[in-house]
């Protein structure tokens, strides 16, 4: 009796809470995965950018009186705000559910480098995705 092996050339990828199999690229066919966006990384960035509005318009005077008010940890507020300060196309790659692997929202509470060339370095691969017509190709 003999035994067959057999490769197959594949990687696992996570979006959005989600495990897919993808073909490496230059693989026969293409392989098309549904754009979801992480509902949670979403909610976390639109909740950072409605604190900030709120204390740019004055309606708090700082992140104590706001987090009082809205009663949430400071802590926890203040690293909301944080995600204000990701580059623009990091933002757009998240809301498209287009951002890298490593780009998940207890990453980003841990901290964010403030300069958007040390985040796109950190970040690395945010643009490199497209999505079309609610599909993404690899």
Request: hydrophobic share 40%.
């Amino acid at each position: 009796m003999s035994s067959l092996t057999v490769h197959v050339p594949l990687a696992i990828r996570r979006r959005g809470g989600r495990k897919r199999v993808v073909a490496p690229e230059g693989a026969p066919g293409v392989t098309v995965l549904s754009c979801r966006a992480d509902p949670a990384l979403v909610k976390a960035l639109a909740r950072g950018f409605r604190y900030s509005k709120l204390l740019d318009q004055g309606r708090y005077a700082s992140i104590s009186e706001m987090a009082a008010a809205e009663k949430i940890d400071r802590g926890y507020l203040g690293r909301l705000l944080q995600l204000t300060l990701l580059a623009p196309d990091i933002v757009e790659a998240i809301l498209d559910g287009r951002q890298p692997e490593g780009v998940t929202l207890v990453g980003l509470m841990e901290g964010v480098p403030v300069g958007w060339v040390e985040q796109r370095g950190r970040f690395r691969g945010a643009a490199q995705l497209s999505c079309r017509g609610g599909s993404m190709r690899l």
